[in-house]
């Protein structure tokens, strides 16, 4: 009656020694047939047994008049309270917990024969709560760079039912190491950073700009240290085509646009134009190169305790092609805008990059400034990424949409046999690299 034929032995061992008679039934049909032709005084029956549940056999046990009077012994392994009063309410005689102590397997055996009380059953006291000691309790890593997303649409902010998981707030990231950070884009997302960066207290923040399109500086008239003395808010930028990166910031909160000016900020605010030597922000190194994408755009990569992360959320990667990924190589013609950018980004241990088009969408928007999903499936590709994280949302595309699109993308990187781990960035996201 019991299916583990050592502890079965062990049993059969014990109640023989002290003199019983007995015989084994591999499973619960063999437990019925050996009940009805033997009659035995007592059955010791395991809750689990192959072909028939112990409480299924302790019901027809139960239910027949010819093996009613069986005394059932039932053992478990799984020693859930509600099992044990469903086995003691249906006529089960004792219940005990395995490994079945020979001296309680006995004393059970012992007091049915003497119609005495069953024995005390240890399963239904309380188990005791674990010792902190004893439970494998990972923490998240504190001195791992991580980077946090704090808005992943592109073009303009939305919000709604379509739109609660993915987020709605325009681009801005934080990329750093425990206390220690950087942002990039100003887009909408910015203004919950703002807000936790003023909890914490006046401090230097560095700003980095990728181009002055809305949805990268949108959220920087309410990025809330602007407002806070004893703030420095530092803002970096690649030199622009047309007005300087500080013009067009203080353009943006003229009195035509904003009801706050420029001097109005009580925070220091400091303007600075890239150049191609690396910023060192605290442990952190910053480079940059151009990307594809209308106005003088540029990528970002942040190098942090030897871990290197790539960031191009607006780039027009293979211009104006449709076919194939399979038949771009290193050496195609379409690869020649992209040289710089692709060497730039190669072998970072994670690249977020956008895929912000169908590959549909992209016939009709070719030189918008944004990749089609199967373009940017080859840039994964031969910049060699491991880790990509997809961001700058189409405002169109709602969850369901994203996860589809994700999913194609999955497939078009089978088919280019790049395995490589994939995501779509949401509001909120925190990534350790
Ligand atoms: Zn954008
Ligand atoms: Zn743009």
């Not at 504190?142 to 709604?160: H, L, M």
């Not at 970096?236 to 007005?243: M, N």
């Not at 373009?375 to 990424?385: G, H, T």
């Not at 280019?416 to 990534?431: I, K, Q, R, S, Y």
Request: negative net charge; glycine residues 8%; contains cysteine.
């Amino acid at each position: 009656m019991e299916d583990d034929p050592v502890t079965a032995c062990l049993f059969q061992n014990l109640l023989t020694t002290a003199g019983f008679e007995v015989a084994l039934a591999a499973d619960g049909e063999e437990c019925l047939a050996r009940a009805e032709a033997w009659s035995p005084a007592i059955m010791i029956l395991d809750l689990l047994m192959p072909k028939m549940h112990g409480i299924d056999v302790l019901r027809r046990l139960k239910n027949s008049p010819a093996t009613r009077a069986i005394g059932v012994i039932m053992c478990t392994a799984r020693s859930y309270k509600a099992d044990v009063q469903q086995a003691l309410a249906m006529g089960a005689f004792a219940v005990l917990t395995k490994p079945v102590e020979r001296g309680d397997l006995l004393a059970a055996v012992q007091r049915f024969l003497r119609h005495e009380k069953p024995p005390l059953d240890r399963t239904l006291l309380a188990t005791p709560a674990a010792s902190p000691g004893e439970i494998y309790a990972p923490v998240l890593p504190k001195d791992r760079p991580f980077i946090r997303f704090w808005g992943t649409r592109g073009s303009i902010p939305v919000s709604g039912p379509g739109y609660i998981r993915h987020g709605g707030d325009t681009s801005c990231v934080e990329v750093g190491r425990g206390a220690e950070s950087i942002i990039i884009d100003a887009g909408s997302g910015i203004r919950e950073l703002g807000l936790r960066l003023a909890q914490d207290g006046p401090r230097r923040v560095h700003l980095f700009i990728t181009h002055t399109h809305w949805d990268h500086i949108q959220g920087f008239p309410f990025f809330a240290p602007l407002f806070i003395p004893g703030f420095e808010v530092v803002v970096y930028g690649a030199s622009g085509f047309g007005k300087d990166l500080k013009s067009i910031f203080q353009g943006q909160v003229d009195r035509d646009y904003f009801p706050v000016q420029f001097e109005d900020m009580r925070a220091k605010v400091e303007f600075v134009v890239l150049t191609p030597e690396p910023v060192e922000v605290e442990n952190l190194s910053v480079t940059w190169e151009y990307t594809q994408h209308p106005q003088a755009t540029i990528g970002y990569k942040v190098e942090v305790a030897g871990r290197k992360i790539g960031y191009a959320s607006d780039d027009e990667f293979l211009i104006g092609y449709h076919g194939a990924p399979q038949a771009i190589t290193l050496d195609s013609e379409w690869m020649t805008p992209h040289r710089r950018l692709l060497e730039f980004l190669s072998d970072v241990d994670l690249l977020v990059h956008e895929a912000q088009y169908t590959n549909p969408e992209y016939g009709a928007k070719v030189r918008w400034g944004h990749s089609s999903v199967s373009n940017a499936c080859v840039l994964a590709k031969l910049a060699r990424a491991r880790r990509w994280l997809v961001t700058h949302h189409d405002p169109l595309h709602e969850d369901a949409f994203l996860d589809e699109k994700l999913n194609v993308t999955r497939e078009i990187l089978r088919t280019l046999e790049h395995p490589v781990e994939l995501a779509n960035c949401f509001d909120g996201m925190v990534e350790y690299f």
